[in-house]
């Protein structure tokens, strides 16, 4: 019997070896997309947000986008009001949607953002669409009538890439494709007006 396992286990660790398994904890910790310099501030009649995702990209997701696949960054915004003990009062649930594809007849990279409704903005500049789509900049959130003076609110932060639907020919190319997957944790900030 121990002469069956031990191969058995020697083959599993091999194969967990190659696939990135016994990587590094502190590697996987140090490139992992995060949510960082948050700014919330009432301007006008409205709250507005700008943040910014950091180690959103990896090596493979940028060449999945340089060969054509479309990419979507799913921002996931929560804005609650402090209640009683547990208890919150949510007033806003909110997703936005940023994609980029690259056009690589034309040389471009075309980003779609919420925030700028009914407009493609390109580039050949692959950083610069990049920081589009790691950016979100003066995103109105709610009427600043809408939230009580001298009350505590929160506002919880997540991105994600979105589920990926790839053509037929890439299914096979990007077989692990959850290599590429990037999916924050949740970033919350605590204020009042």
């Not at 140090?30 to 910014?52: D, G, Q």
């Not at 980029?100 to 407009?119: A, C, M, S």
């Not at 709610?142 to 505590?152: F, S, Y």
């Amino acid at each position: 019997m121990m002469r069956i396992a031990f191969p058995l286990i020697l083959c599993c660790g091999v194969c967990a070896a190659a696939l990135g398994g016994f990587a590094p904890a502190t590697a996987a910790a140090r490139n992992r997309a995060e949510i960082v310099e948050v700014y919330l501030k009432p301007h006008m009649k409205n709250l507005e947000l700008s943040l910014h995702i950091e180690n959103c990209f990896t090596p493979k997701m940028e060449e999945a986008i340089l060969s054509g696949v479309e990419t979507t960054f799913k921002i996931l915004l929560v804005l609650e009001k402090k209640g009683f003990l547990f208890f919150s009062n949510k007033l806003l649930n909110l997703s936005l949607e940023h994609s980029i594809k690259y056009d690589r007849l034309n040389n471009e990279f075309h980003v779609t953002l919420p925030e700028q409704p009914g407009k493609v903005l390109a580039t050949a500049d692959f950083a610069e669409a990049k920081q589009w789509m790691s950016r979100v900049e003066d995103l109105s959130l709610i009427p600043v009538w809408r939230l009580e003076k001298e009350t505590e609110y929160k506002l919880r932060i997540k991105a994600e890439l979105s589920k990926v639907r790839l053509p037929l020919f890439f299914r096979y190319i990007f077989y692990f494709v959850s290599l590429w997957d990037f999916e924050t944790k949740w970033h919350e900030v605590t204020f009042t007006l």
